[in-house]
């Protein structure tokens, strides 16, 4: 899986500045490149979890999967993290502290299995 390196920017920038609570978005993109980052209305940002309301998600079939972080050292997916997962999409993020770089961001696919991610040219 690839991700833009403005996308992965937006993504690392926001982690940080609302630390220590957890950020989510959805991630919009086309084949194996992450293109956008996409915030959810009524999205609430907390300390140890990130609620977002599905029903506000676009009718979009681009949305391919979702990104959020923790805010601990551990990109480890949670048990409630694998059963978002298993729901929806085909990618998901997890980036964890300091929220300073690719290596702080571990990808999973729909089974909770870890995929490479890279940055895209």
Known sequence: MLIKESVLEFILG???EIYPREFSCQLRGEGEIIEEAIILPKTIYGEGFATTFMNM???D???I???HSHPTRDYRPSSQDLRFFSS???VHLIIKHPHKSIQDVAAYNRLGERIPVELSP
Do not use: L, T
């Open 14 to 16: 926001v982690s940080r």
């Open 57 to 59: 998600q676009p009718i």
């Open 61 to 63: 079939k681009s949305i």
């Open 65 to 67: 999967g979702s990104a």
């Open 88 to 90: 929806f999409g085909v």
